[in-house]
């Protein structure tokens, strides 16, 4: 049973749109969200993370919008370029360095 | 410095072999997780650590052992290899079991 549900799987944008990955979990005890960004052959990268007591946070282009009472939470890349894409995941922690991912959205920036 | 390093970054083995990924990190981080990567699962905890001599499971963990004598290193052995443990294996380090610092990966196929 996956913790963390991520969806798209994948996801086509347009230069200068706006791509948006959803998240998902069940379990209340997370306490730490963060995403990352995986080039092909690459690590994942940290991108952005987000606390359960934060509803938004906004680094350059890239949000994440938490909702608690949901248990969702989502990334948005304004002005999506095409160096942006790669492969996205969330992730979600029970703190001391154990965590779960959602299986990840490739996504395509077409130029 | 180096970051994470990981070794081998390919390797082929045969059913019932046995093999050891290394991991070494030159950061001084005191938390070390191994995660598995499989097409469409996102990245699964096989086991981590919190401190040198300190390990423990994660989502995955049958078919594999790890021992964390330094700090610096975090060792992966597969006891008796099989098809189902063929994947790209990553390894991260933590300075505060927040924000993941992974390793460029090493991807195992088992015959």
């Known amino acids: 049973q996956q913790q963390v549900k991520q969806s798209p799987q994948s996801l086509i944008v347009q230069k200068g749109g706006i791509s948006i990955i959803n998240c998902a979990y069940e379990n209340t005890a997370f306490d730490y969200f963060p995403w990352y960004q995986q080039f092909p052959g690459k690590g994942p990268a940290l991108l952005i993370a987000?606390?359960?007591?934060?509803s938004e946070k906004k680094e350059g282009r890239f949000t994440i919008s938490f909702n608690k009472s949901a248990k969702q939470f989502s990334l948005h890349i304004m002005d999506s370029q095409p160096g942006d894409s790669a492969t996205y995941f969330c992730a979600a922690s029970l703190g001391f360095n154990k965590f779960y991912f959602g299986s990840g959205t490739k996504l395509n920036v077409k130029p | 410095n180096a970051g994470v390093t990981q070794t081998p970054k390919f390797q082929v083995l045969k059913t019932g072999q046995s093999m050891t990924l290394q991991c070494a990190q030159d950061m001084n981080h005191e938390y070390m997780s191994w995660y598995r990567q499989d097409p469409g699962m996102g990245l699964r905890l096989i086991h981590y650590s919190v401190g040198a001599g300190i390990t423990d499971q994660g989502e995955v963990p049958n078919g594999y052992n790890v021992s964390r004598s330094t700090t610096e290193d975090f060792p992966l052995r597969l006891l008796s290899a099989a098809p189902s443990q063929t994947s790209v294996y990553f390894c991260a380090s933590s300075p505060d079991s927040v924000e993941q610092y992974f390793g460029p990966g090493t991807r195992l196929t088992v015959t």
């Open positions: 987000i606390r359960p007591d934060v």
